[in-house]
């Protein structure tokens, strides 16, 4: 047994000696008696004996399955062989030797392929077979009376049998041909064109011959040479007819756009006359909507043409101040500073003067408007940024009010959500450095590749900006100063308390107030608010120069932002409670 596992190439692997090796090894441990030891493998091999002979008979009830199967397909591929009537195209196998599974599997893809070339056969003859039949019953004029598909005999789907079907077909195909389809065509070319005229076509197709209607079976109608010239005659008559309706319409098409785009008539206007527009570049054969030319839709349009006609000079100073709106919107969501009074007065100045055409005038507007948003998308990732810059600076005015209060950790209504905010603003807080730098460099390659200061809402960015800075710089000045004044105070208390004993009550610093509620114009953190002008009466001004580019300016800042000179920062933050520093 040692020796059996030994040869075994495969290590671990567990076979039948392995496991009685095993068991031996178990029946040792255990004591096991040689009675039982026999008992237990003459058990053994009477479960294997019972196991070997129900995959006998298994095995044996296949092979009779497969001898079955083998039969039936060569009974079917025999009947497939001989209704096809040709097996020269298929390569028949020699089923009688090899095994059962080799035969079938010799013998399956021929009977499959049999099998698919049978269901094409007969599709073919039934599509032939119902030709035929159409066809026969068209020219006796009892097409409608025959039902169904015609059967087909499927013990003679020779290639031979098919031919003869198709030859039948193409003669009949012949006998019908071009006189009813010449016919046909005529007759619907001529309801075709009507549609679109929007004429009559009954009466009109009937003048040529009264069996020429739709009422009238394919089959009764006329196919007589004077038919077919008189239906020529007519297609042509409408032909010409269509072509002159078309180019009036299109003239006034042409006209009415160009009266909306003058007076930039609404879309709910120009729906109504859509039908007449939507032909403006189409061909002649292009146009088959029904009614599309009729005479009282052209009627219609020049009755509107007249109309725009008349309104168009007292439309003109309307159109223009409506695009002058749209421009002044576009510069305001950009934060652009224009003169839109001076713009209006130009405009009403080129208008009364005559010297220029309204579509020249307008035209010169549209390109305005296409310039201006190109402005914006250049300016869209700097005002964004500016944008960010300022909630930030709100979140630090916040955080700010919110250190000052004594009682922000009582457990009040919405503590903790001011809790989790504050952690919030620290956090954006300590990136506002960044975000200066960030958009300081920006506006500068803006402003460098543009050669034009870059403004928000008329006041230079990069002056802004430095003001900024500058201001935050001071107050962290004087908060670092208070921070030495308290800590100077603190040492002093400590002397004396070193000296007399004793410790002193400690009193608050000389000058300062609690700040309650939220803040008027004015503070010491020095951040910007959402709206900044050049309002001087307000707050204060500053003036900063940068590169010799930007001359005095005054910031405007409500809530929490006021500018002052570097002269009264000390006086005016002395005055007010020492402001702890951002974290």
Avoid at 33 to 38: F, G, H, I, K, L
Avoid at 120 to 129: H, L
Avoid at 146 to 153: F, L, S
Avoid at 512 to 536: E, I, M, Q, Y
Wanted: glycine share 4%.
């Amino acid at each position: 047994m040692a020796v059996t596992e030994a040869e075994n190439p495969l290590v671990g692997e567990i076979t039948c000696g392995s496991l009685l090796q095993k068991l031996q090894e178990i029946w040792d441990e255990v004591g096991e008696s040689d009675e039982e030891r026999d008992k237990m493998l003459l058990q053994i091999e009477q479960e294997c004996l019972d196991v070997y002979k129900r995959k006998v008979e298994q095995a044996a009830k296949s092979r009779a399955q497969l001898l079955q199967a083998l039969s039936d397909a060569k009974l079917e591929l025999s009947t497939l062989v001989s209704a096809l009537g040709d097996k020269s195209f298929i390569s028949i196998p020699e089923t009688t030797l090899g095994t059962i599974n080799e035969q079938l599997a010799a013998i399956a893809p021929a009977l499959e392929q049999l099998l698919k070339q049978k269901e094409e056969r007969v599709k073919e003859f039934s599509d032939v077979q119902s030709q035929i039949q159409k066809i026969c019953g068209e020219i006796a004029g009892n097409a409608s009376e025959q039902t169904g598909a015609p059967a087909v005999d499927e013990s003679d789907l020779s290639l031979k049998k098919l031919n003869e079907y198709q030859v039948k077909l193409q003669e009949l195909q012949k006998e019908k041909s071009d006189r009813l389809h010449k016919v046909l065509e005529f007759v619907s070319t001529v309801h075709d064109l009507c549609t679109v005229l929007g004429m009559d076509f009954f009466s009109t197709v009937t003048e040529v011959h009264p069996s020429l209607d739709d009422t009238t079976g394919v089959q009764s109608k006329s196919i007589s040479n004077d038919t077919l010239l008189r239906l020529a005659e007519t297609v042509s008559a409408l032909n010409e007819d269509k072509k002159q309706r078309l180019h009036k319409l299109q003239e006034l098409a042409t006209q009415l756009i160009d009266l909306w785009n003058l007076m930039d008539t609404p879309e709910e206007e120009r729906i109504l006359f859509d039908h007449v527009t939507c032909h403006t570049s189409a061909s002649v054969d292009g146009v088959t909507v029904p009614g599309a030319l009729a005479l009282d839709l052209i009627e219609q349009a020049e009755v509107e043409v007249e109309r725009l006609d008349q309104l168009k000079a007292s439309r003109m100073k309307e159109i223009a101040f409506k695009k002058q709106v749209e421009l002044e919107e576009i510069f305001a969501r950009a934060h652009i500073e224009i003169d839109p009074e001076a713009a209006r007065e130009k405009i009403m100045a080129l208008i009364d003067s005559g010297n220029v055409e309204p579509t020249e005038l307008l035209a010169d507007m549209d390109n305005q408007i296409a310039k201006a948003k190109e402005e914006v998308l250049s300016r869209k990732e700097i005002l964004d940024r500016v944008e960010k810059w300022m909630s930030a600076c709100e979140e630090e005015s916040w955080l700010e009010d919110y250190n000052r209060d004594e009682n922000r950790y009582n457990s009040s209504r919405g503590a903790h959500l001011n809790l989790k905010r504050a952690e919030k603003a620290r956090i954006l807080v300590n990136k506002i450095p960044g975000m200066v730098d960030t958009l300081v460099a920006k506006t500068r390659a803006w402003e460098e590749d543009r050669g034009i200061s870059f403004s928000y809402d008329g006041v230079p960015l990069l002056a802004m900006l430095d003001e900024y800075a500058m201001l935050r710089q001071e107050r962290e000045e004087e908060k670092r100063r208070l921070r030495d004044q308290k800590k100077y105070g603190e040492q002093q208390n400590t002397e004396q308390e070193a000296i007399f004993g004793s410790k002193p009550s400690p009193a608050r610093p000389s000058g300062t107030k609690k700040v309650v509620g939220p803040r008027a114009n004015g503070g010491t953190n020095g951040t910007p608010s959402r709206r900044l002008s050049l309002n001087a009466t307000q707050n204060g001004s500053r003036s900063a120069t940068k590169d010799g580019k930007r001359d005095s300016m005054k910031l405007a800042a409500p809530a929490n932002f006021v500018a002052i000179s570097k002269e009264d920062a000390a006086s005016h933050v002395s005055g007010t409670d020492p402001v702890p520093a951002s974290p």
